[in-house]
């Protein structure tokens, strides 16, 4: 029942998503065309922050959507609050994205897509009422202010004037060179360098399809506090997917980068090298035989499986599903829930990172949480309405997908510090298992904390040597479970690839990462007998 | 209706000579409720707009959206498509829709009756669907969601090249989440149901839904690593169908991705199976009279007794291949038309569900699936995912069981389907399932 997917994670959601609106039915579209997962972030990445800019005249070509007068954000204020809500906000997005997408060795369309408006919230006791507009001026404004104070009809508050007063955020980062000034014909080279790169790299590369995104995001959030804070927010995402035909049939391969940053993403990553990691995975897997099934030591390379973190605590840690007790981690503050060699970390703040914002979708600024702390259990993540309920402070952990969703407890970067054994050598004492080179998405269940994720790159170990390439098995396990039988951490941490995180139907861009490191024993759920 | 379609036909109206001009525009509102503890935890009223501007040149595409219909950002939007489509690559099969004469069916998928429904009447059945939940079972410790959602969408589509029409949909949803706990342990289980209007839904069935799926996995194990028969539940059948519906679209086809591609006429799967997307059934929700790109929907078999009948096409698929469009241009205002189903569903067979499980006698009843989208690869048709449910011994439900997955391959789980149900279910999606029974699946556990 999962109407929720993502790259790095999902869990699952049983509401449906709008059903009887359009666009909502089972698609396959051409950028999931190879098998790239559904659940990656469509043509349009979207997120998290780069630098703060405040209200008023805007900088940047681009950058003029969010020119909102003050009185009119107080004024909606005042009118979210008039039925005697407690708390009231108002969240102003602005939205613009390019992509361009190569398949079948020609560039098939080039897209842009534009979304702005205003969501505003009225908090009553626990009672939130919502109500989003795209409608910017005062009217469409105060409209939506009503509706969303419907919800505390019974109260009378009165008129409350508001005073807004800006919160200042450190510049985190800078975009050296925002896309929105990069032309189209520069952007869509990348995609056909990509698909020479992976042709080149063998005749059994039958498909290839690359695609580039990149998005403007600026939003203002304003509420009943006084907050007033804006920042933008770039993000530049290039993905590589190829099909390998051979005597095994079709086997495909994956790669993509994604960060908040803006087309100098192409300095630091070269699209032919993406390129033909992609197709090496491919052809690789041509080769592979089945993964084995059954209970085994399982090694995961840095970087290629951070998402285990994100699934089998991350979502067990946001505070909005601990409270519902839909958390095996309920009530373990203070307790040895990981292997003492484990501690795990959700930082918004890491620049440059698919999962960094500078603030978060409620104003809260990002902050590094350190969540469990040599295998002890320290913070759940939280956001404005949990940790107002617990009487404690934010941690910017409140997110949303877009101006038309409430906000909710959601990871950023979430990741293993480094340990301190070497990773060959880690390969090396283990005897046989499997070694997980890339992982795929993920779910978990978060009441019963268990999950599953798919094994994209794996190959076998035997003797404490890596042999042959596994095809794509999954690996199932219980997140506690997990934590515990951690025996061997290295020294090599890295950051995976950008996911999108999907949670009760909204998607954020998330990051992970993890140093090379053995799980004594997990459920490896092969097609092998 | 017709304001949006009138909004469409001036769009598509502004072609330039040489010039096909498409656009789509969309509207909808929604409200949902959640509950918890009795209050409502949140009340979103949602409305919300776009149009999507799809421009072919000289063989060369260009799109542009916008989530507006403001009259300004409209125009910059064509222009942006315009501008977009310079850089797309020429493509011979490039190009809008145009009327085939297909009749519309007849379709009323709008209730009025929706509109009208109160918001406090929304509130009260979000609460008391929690309550149910709470009340139904001494080991349901609460719920993680209990909502109550409804919405009503239109569409328009007009294009230079002859296509003006509009349709509009209303629906209505329940959702439950229950959390059962004994001993340490915490389980959960989902109750949903949809529907057209609020006639539809049935609160005390949902509720259940919910309690039971939650509690029956109390105690869950692991089970040994074997090969085994399992029924998958209608809702699971029908998460797989939408996979296989991936299979047999005409773009993956086209592009040498789809394990079907060299088999139409062929026996691809067991006698026992057809499957059809037949967007003209008003029980799916994915039902309507149109698809994405204006042209009216048809039933298309599929798979009709193991035998591969059809592929999905939209317009250029349809083109490229030498074939009719079957109307399967699925889209939002925010992207172009791409193949897609509208409203899958297999043919029910004869046996009851319980039936189904005396045939399969030992086994696994499959009542969820996770991992679906990273675990299945729809290129090769290999899929490992992870399952949780009853083992099934001597015909009867017995023990729950978790942590294990399942795996094959789509091509060999479409032959070794050895019992079909009679249990038509429909799912949010449009999808319909039964349940079905497969042999000798492999299982990795313990």
New interface residues.
């Given amino acids: 029942m999962a109407t929720a997917v993502s790259a790095s994670a999902t869990i699952s959601s049983a509401s449906p998503d709008r059903p009887g609106s359009r666009g909502t039915r089972v698609q396959y579209d051409r950028r999931d065309g190879l098998g790239q997962r559904a659940q990656e972030p469509r043509s349009e990445p979207s997120g998290a922050s780069v630098r703060f800019l405040r209200p008023g005249p805007s900088e940047g070509r681009r950058a003029s959507g969010l020119v909102i007068d003050e009185s009119v954000l107080q004024r909606a204020l005042g009118a979210a609050l008039r039925t005697g809500g407690d708390f009231a906000e108002v969240f102003v997005e602005d939205r613009r994205g390019t992509s361009a997408y190569l398949d079948d060795g020609k560039v098939e369309e080039v897209t842009s897509s534009r979304s702005r408006g205003a969501g505003i919230r009225v908090v009553v006791g626990e009672t939130t009422g919502f109500a989003h507009t795209a409608d910017l001026g005062e009217a469409g404004l105060l409209a939506a202010a009503e509706a969303a104070a419907a919800v505390a009809r019974q109260g009378g508050g009165g008129t409350r004037a508001v005073a807004l007063s800006a919160r200042a955020v450190a510049p985190e980062g800078s975009v050296a060179i925002p896309p929105a000034g990069v032309a189209k014909a520069r952007k869509v080279e990348l995609l056909k360098r990509a698909d020479e790169a992976a042709r080149a790299e063998g005749g059994a590369i039958r498909q290839v399809a690359a695609s580039y995104g990149d998005s403007w995001r600026s939003i203002l959030v304003a509420n009943s506090e006084g907050l007033l804070a804006g920042d933008q927010q770039v993000k530049t995402l290039f993905r590589v997917s190829c099909v390998a035909t051979g005597d095994t049939g079709m086997q495909t391969g994956h790669e993509s980068v994604g960060h908040t940053v803006g087309f100098e993403l192409f300095e630091r990553y070269h699209v032919d090298d993406l390129a033909r990691r992609a197709a090496r995975r491919a052809l690789t897997k041509l080769t592979a035989r089945p993964a084995p099934s059954g209970t085994m030591p399982v090694v995961l390379r840095s970087g290629g499986g951070g998402v285990l973190f994100h699934e089998a605590c991350g979502h067990g840690l946001e505070a909005d599903l601990v409270a519902k007790s839909a958390s095996v981690f309920r009530g373990r503050v203070g307790e040895l829930v990981a292997s003492p060699l484990v501690t795990l970390v959700d930082d918004g703040t890491m620049s440059g990172e698919w999962g960094a914002i500078s603030i978060d979708d409620e104003g809260h600024p990002a902050q590094r949480n350190v969540l469990i702390r040599d295998g002890v259990l320290t913070d759940f993540m939280w956001d404005r309405l949990r940790a107002r309920q617990e009487g404690r402070a934010g941690s910017g952990n409140g997110r949303r997908q877009s101006y038309q969703h409430l906000p909710m407890v959601r990871m950023t970067n979430t990741y293993v510090l480094d340990g301190a054994d070497d990773p060959d050598e880690i390969v090396r004492q283990t005897d046989r298992g499997v070694y997980v080179a890339q992982l795929g998405g993920g779910q978990v269940n978060t009441a019963s904390g268990d999950f599953v994720f798919g094994m994209t790159e794996a190959y076998l170990i035997e003797d404490g040597v890596l042999t042959e390439p596994l095809r794509e098995g999954n690996l199932i396990g219980n997140g506690p479970e997990v934590l515990r039988n951690i025996d061997a951490i290295g020294d090599d941490f890295a950051m995976g690839s950008p996911g999108t995180c999907g949670k009760d139907g909204q998607g954020v861009p998330v990051g992970d990462g993890q140093p090379t490191l053995r799980v004594t024993a997990l459920t490896v759920g092969g097609t092998a007998g | 209706m017709s304001e949006l379609l009138g909004l469409a036909e001036r769009i598509a109206g502004q072609a330039l000579p040489g010039e096909q001009l498409e656009a789509y525009v ?1 509207r ?1 509102r ?1 409200t ?1 409720v959640r509950a ?2 009795g ?12 149009v999507g501007v799809r421009v072919v040149v000289d063989g060369r ?8 219909l ?1 009259e300004g ?1 409209i125009a ?2 064509l222009a ?2 315009r ?7 020429p ?1 011979p099969w490039y190009g809008l829709a145009e009327p085939d004469g297909v009749a519309p069916p007849s379709l009323e998928l709008y209730r009025p009756s929706v509109a009208a429904i109160p ?1 406090a009447r929304k509130v009260e059945l979000a609460i008391e669907l929690e309550r149910l939940v709470t009340a139904g079972d001494p080991r349901i ?5 209990a ?1 109550y ?7 328009a589509v007009a294009t230079s090249t002859g296509i003006a029409v509009a349709s509009r ?3 209505c ?1 329940l ?3 229950a ?1 059962a ?1 004994d001993g340490g ?4 289980g ?3 149901d ?1 529907g ?1 209007d609020l006639d539809s839904l049935d609160l005390e069935a949902t509720a259940a839904e919910a309690v039971s799926r939650a509690t029956r996995m109390l105690g869950a194990r ?1 089970a040994p ?1 074997q ?1 085994l028969t399992v029924v998958l539940e209608p ?1 699971v059948t029908a ?1 797989f169908l ?1 996979i296989i ?2 299979m047999l ?1 005409g ?2 086809v086209l ?3 789809s ?1 079907f591609a060299d088999r139409l006429g062929e026996e691809i799967a067991s006698p026992l199976l057809t499957l059809v997307d037949d967007a003209t059934d008003p029980r799916s ?2 039902a309507d009279t149109h698809d994405g790109e204006g042209l009216a929907t048809r039933r298309i078999p599929l798979i009709g007794s193991g035998v591969l009948r059809s592929f999905l096409h939209d317009t250029y698929t349809a083109r490229r291949a030498g074939a009719v469009s079957t109307a399967s241009a ?7 038309p ?5 409203a ?1 569903q297999i043919e029910p067979g004869t046996r009851s569900a319980a039936e189904v499980l005396a045939e399969a006698g030992d086994g696994l009843l499959v009542q ?1 699936v ?6 299945v ?6 899929f ?3 399952v ?1 449910g009853l083992r099934i011994r001597g015909g009867e439900l017995a023990e729950p069981v ?8 789509l091509q060999r789980m479409l032959r070794d389907v050895v019992a079909v149900g009679a249990d038509l279910e429909w799912e ?4 319909a399932g039964v349940s079905l029974a497969l042999r000798d699946v ?1 299982l ?3």
């Fill in positions: 969309a909808g929604s949902s918890y503890r209050e409502v935890e949140a009340l979103t009223q949602a409305e919300s707009a776009g595409q260009g799109f542009a959206s916008a989530g507006t403001d950002v910059d939007t942006e498509a501008d977009n489509a310079r850089f797309g690559e493509d918001t410790i609460g719920v993680r969601t909502s959602g409804d919405g009503a969408g239109e569409a949909a209303t629906s949803w959702s439950a989440s959390l706990a342990e915490t389980q959960t989902h109750g949903v949809v057209r692991k690593s090969r809702r998460a939408g519906g991936g679209s773009e993956r592009k040498g991705r394990p929700l994915g699925v889209r939002g205002y925010a992207s172009t791409a193949v897609g189903a509208h899958l969820s996770s991992g679906l989208h990273s675990g690869n729809p290129v090769s048709g290999d490992s995912v992870g949780e978790r942590e294990v997955t399942i795996a094959s391959a949010h999606d449009g999808t492999s990795s556990g313990s």
